[in-house]
DNA sequence: GCCAACGTTGGC
DNA sequence: GCCAACGTTGGC
């Protein structure tokens, strides 16, 4: 069992998106870059954590928590003409790019934004607090994972 | 709105 | 295969 964070501009799909969803799970689909689509093809399995994070914004945070409910699979958004994540390159027989499926789990108390991470001991060394980090999907340690409920306040 | 960082594209 | 140009991300 392993740790991401995944990254989402709250205005395309949010925290509350992902909990009013259908079982409040949604395929985490439209990722078009290969770093991130191998993570998400090769590495996330289920019952994986999931740190939520809202970029953008006034203050960007992370907000909540998730968990993997299904591996890597195909994304067919990459194959419909009509989605704004459409490559013509993507086929059935190579469907290129990769999404899973994540499940909402909870809120956080009061989010965790940047500065709260940058204020903290472990948390200002996580790989989303790097200048310049644009991966939409990133591993988080062990170690980031309990700072993170921590500072929280979900653990003593 | 600005700009740094990064990935991708395309000319050679 | 190199590298400059370009587009995008995302914090501020």
């Given amino acids: 069992m392993?740790?991401?964070?995944?990254?989402?501009?709250?205005?395309c799909f949010s925290l509350d998106d992902l909990e009013s969803s259908p079982r409040q799970t949604?395929?985490?689909?439209g990722v078009r870059n290969f770093q991130a689509r191998n993570l998400l093809r090769d590495e996330i399995k289920v019952g994986d954590g999931v740190l939520f994070y809202h970029?953008?914004?006034?203050?960007?945070?992370?907000?909540?928590?998730?968990?993997?409910?299904?591996?890597g699979y195909p994304d067919h958004t990459a194959q419909?003409?009509?989605?704004?994540h459409y490559d013509p390159k993507a086929t059935p027989a190579?469907?290129?790019?990769?999404?899973?499926?994540?499940?909402?789990?909870?809120r956080l108390p009061r989010p965790l934004t940047r500065s709260d991470?940058?204020?903290?001991?472990?948390?200002?060394?996580?790989?989303?607090?790097?200048?310049g980090s644009r991966l939409s999907v990133q591993p988080v340690t062990a170690d980031e994972w309990r700072a993170v409920l921590a500072a929280a306040g979900l653990v003593g």
């Fill in 26 to 29: 949604a395929a985490w689909d």
């Fill in 55 to 71: 970029s953008g914004g006034t203050a960007p945070a992370i907000v909540g928590l998730a968990e993997g409910v299904r591996g």
């Fill in 94 to 106: 190579n469907p290129i790019w990769y999404m899973v499926d994540v499940r909402f789990r909870m």
């Fill in 117 to 131: 991470l940058a204020a903290h001991p472990v948390l200002a060394g996580m790989a989303v607090m790097r200048r």
């Fill in 2 to 11: 392993r740790y991401w964070l995944m990254k989402s501009e709250p205005t």
């Fill in 80 to 84: 419909d003409a009509r989605s704004d």
